[in-house]
């Protein structure tokens, strides 16, 4: 029987989509046989935990569908015995990396997969609290459909079974390693006010993940497409595609990877940076592991905490760390383009030591391009004024401590991918 981990973390209220989440899990029961291990990280406050458990008390007993519902304590009992088994060096600093006080995207993702690891899992699907599941003839559309048939299996079964395909006749032999869709509605980065006010300042800020020497005409087609997912247009039918997965297709509210991925290279621990669990989309991309791109988008909205007066500081924070962490991930995004698949062992499973190489490599990198990008994001908050300007003041302040941080962020990447082999070996059962 083939056992999955279906992932939802969070840090807010989401009993509701708890409830949503559980019913895609006995989908995935029902339908494909599967054990499903639906795996709950809650990072949440207390009040918001016994809500949840109320919730995940109210769910019904659903054979081949077990429920893990894990607060920070409880998972930092299991990351501290995972470390501790694993015997590396500096033991406290890594479960920092794994756990941090603060948001972070890649890490709790991180966890998740551990913990899937120790469930002995073949593969981990994710979903966020901020998103909920389309209707389809008043039936809910479950991304679970397109992702349990092909994943780990060779993407020759996949084509041979009808699966419209443009992959590569030489890639057929390789694992389907990743199965993805994307989002409708809200972008699925809260800026949208940003474009709403100025949607020439709105260009100038988004064109700012763009790499420095980009032409102006390509940086427009990127502001045009990013974070806008799948638009707005409802589902009507089924379609999936066989194919290497362009990371700006696929969204990681709405996402599995087999085992042999997360098993072997883990997400970047940043804390309050937007987009820090992004990386193994590229990595699968350009490493050139087949994948399952389908139409199952689920549908992204924003909560409201993010536009309060403690919460848009802080949000746009993360965002402004977002821009400044591409100086480094362009950088290795191009180095792994050029390695294609160098990147795979004679196994066909992603390799570690190149990317941790990469990642050290790129802490070299001259930081007169995030100077610059901090100029451009101080004229373009003071140009909107009001709330954007006061940011700006902050933003002026905290110059040097977000360059800062946006290198030691990769340095501490490629410290946990150099740990990541030890400590999933440690997390197996």
């Known amino acids: 029987m083939n056992r999955i981990c279906l992932c939802l973390p969070t840090n807010r209220a989401c009993a509701a989509t708890i409830t949503a989440i559980h019913q895609e899990a006995a989908y995935a029961a029902g339908r494909f046989g599967a054990d499903v291990q639906l795996l709950i990280l809650d ?56 756990l941090p006080p603060a948001v972070s995207y890649g890490a709790c993702t991180n966890r998740a997969f551990l913990l899937a690891t120790a469930l002995g899992c073949d593969s981990l699907h994710r979903r966020d609290s901020d998103s909920t599941y389309q209707l389809h003839d008043g039936q809910p559309v479950f991304p679970v459909h397109h992702e349990l048939p092909y994943l780990g299996r060779p993407a020759a079964e996949a084509a041979a079974s009808g699966l419209r395909t443009d992959l590569d006749a030489a890639l057929l032999g390789h694992p389907v390693s990743l199965a993805g869709a994307s989002f409708v509605g809200e972008l699925s980065v809260d800026i949208d006010g940003i474009r709403q006010l100025d949607d020439g300042v709105y260009h100038d800020v988004v064109s700012l993940w763009a790499p420095g020497d980009w032409p102006e005409e390509r940086k427009r087609d990127l502001v045009e497409e990013s974070f806008t ?87 746009q924070r993360r965002f402004v760390k977002f821009l400044l962490s591409m100086l480094y991930f362009h950088d290795v995004y191009g180095r792994m383009a050029e390695a294609g698949e160098r990147l795979l062992d004679d196994r066909r499973r992603v390799r570690a030591d190149p990317i941790v190489e990469f990642l050290r490599e790129s802490t070299t990198l001259d930081r007169a391009e995030n100077l610059w990008r901090l100029d451009r994001l101080d004229t373009a908050y003071r140009k909107l004024g009001g709330r954007y300007a006061a940011f700006a003041d902050r933003l002026a302040v905290m110059r040097g401590q977000l360059l800062d941080e946006a290198e030691s962020d990769i340095e501490d990447f490629a410290d946990l991918a150099q740990a990541w082999p030890a400590l999933v070996e440690a997390a197996r059962p």
């Open 43 to 98: 990072s949440s406050d207390e009040r918001t935990r016994a809500e949840h458990r109320r919730a995940v008390a109210a769910l019904p007993p659903t054979t081949y569908v077990t429920v893990h519902h894990l607060d920070e304590n409880a998972q930092r009992v299991f990351l501290r015995r995972t470390i501790e088994t694993a015997g590396l060096p500096d033991p406290d600093r890594l479960l920092s990396l794994m």
């Open 229 to 315: 997912g799948a638009g707005r247009a409802p589902f009507t039918g089924d379609r999936a595609t066989l194919t290497v997965v362009d990371a700006m297709r696929v969204d990681m509210c709405n996402i599995a990877f087999d085992r042999a991925v997360y098993e072997r290279v883990p997400l970047p621990p940043a804390t309050d940076t937007i987009g820090s669990d992004y990386f193994l989309l590229h990595l699968v991309h350009d490493a050139g592991l087949p994948g399952i791109l389908h139409n199952r988008h689920i549908e992204n909205f924003h909560t409201p905490e993010r536009r309060s007066d403690t919460g848009f500081p802080a949000y």
